[in-house]
């Protein structure tokens, strides 16, 4: 179950990863509400069309669709926007670096919020390790020169605290659906939101139409960054704590990195080896991988004892 779940974060990664590059190629054409209305409700009516071919249908629970519709808030509509306005001010790289604060964020949550997820020596040494990769691995880029406005960084930090927390709300109160269902309800209530205030901010039907690149990464966050990625998401969410699922932030930066190499002719630096080599070794450390001493949970306060609902 261990290399399964293992498995399962590399290939979330791999479907996050390209988001940031999408996102910066999208924004500058598209305006950030009309970009995420367009990336969640093409990822609605696909994960929605799955279902129902699967001969499966959407939940009748008022409770499921509360929870659905906190999780459509606080997991896309917000900080989809907040990353799509942020990368208006910095670089996507700078962005990708900030994305990976969400577990700092989430064990801490996970510590207060959910019973079986308690902060240990161990997992928070796998934590350090696995940012220490991440700025290792990011290193070169303060060289070039990377722009950044405080208000872009305060938008994006604030996405990546919500990340934290919709990780934690949907590991104790969206475990157990059928497959499908929790993603496809969740970018249905995402449309619900975004659809109104594109139409009233960013008025997109007198825009002009956008180009090629710019369309087709808004398909691409749709359909893999978003309606594939959510579907993996929940899927590993089944069987992995909510702070290891979280680490998959440190994973992401490594797939820019392959895309870069592959697309973009890039070369790789010895910080991309050794930040690489770290980022998976704090992987393996969260999930168990590795066996390192101190299981047993820091003694930190948990003044609430009830679950994050």
Request: charge should be positive; include cysteine; glycine fraction near 10%.
């Amino acid at each position: 179950m261990k290399l399964k779940n293992f498995l399962l974060l590399i290939l979330l990664a791999a479907l996050w990863g390209p988001s940031f590059l999408f996102i910066k190629v999208a924004v500058v054409e598209i305006p950030p509400l009309t970009l995420v209305l367009g990336r969640v409700g093409l990822a609605a009516v696909l994960l929605t069309v799955f279902l129902l071919v699967q001969g499966k249908s959407l939940p009748r629970s008022r409770t499921v669709w509360r929870h659905l519709a906190v999780m459509g808030l606080v997991h896309n509509a917000i900080p989809f926007v907040l990353f799509g306005w942020g990368e208006l001010y910095i670089d996507s790289a700078l962005a990708s670096i900030l994305n990976g604060t969400v577990p700092l964020f989430t064990i801490v949550l996970a510590h207060y919020f959910v019973a079986d997820d308690r902060l240990t020596p161990a997992k928070l040494i796998g934590v350090l390790i696995g940012f220490g990769g991440l700025l290792l691995l990011m290193t070169p880029t303060f060289g070039d020169g990377l722009q950044g406005s405080t208000l872009g960084l305060v938008a994006v930090t604030l996405a990546c605290l919500l990340y934290g927390v919709a990780i934690v709300y949907s590991r104790n109160n969206l475990r157990g659906l059928p497959p499908l269902v929790a993603p496809a309800g969740q970018m249905i209530m995402a449309t619900i939101y975004l659809l109104p205030l594109s139409l009233l901010v960013d008025r997109p039907f007198s825009l002009a139409l956008p180009t090629l690149p710019a369309i087709g990464s808004m398909l691409a966050l749709g359909v893999l960054g978003t309606a594939v990625a959510f579907v993996v998401y929940y899927r590993l969410l089944e069987t992995a704590p909510a702070s290891y699922v979280s680490m998959t932030t440190y994973v992401i930066p490594v797939f820019g990195v392959i895309l870069g190499v592959l697309v973009l002719n890039e070369q790789l630096t010895w910080h991309a080896y050794a930040g690489f080599a770290l980022i998976l070794l704090g992987v393996m450390i969260v999930n168990g991988l590795l066996r390192l001493g101190g299981k047993r949970p820091l003694t930190l306060p948990r003044p609430v004892e009830k679950q994050m609902s």
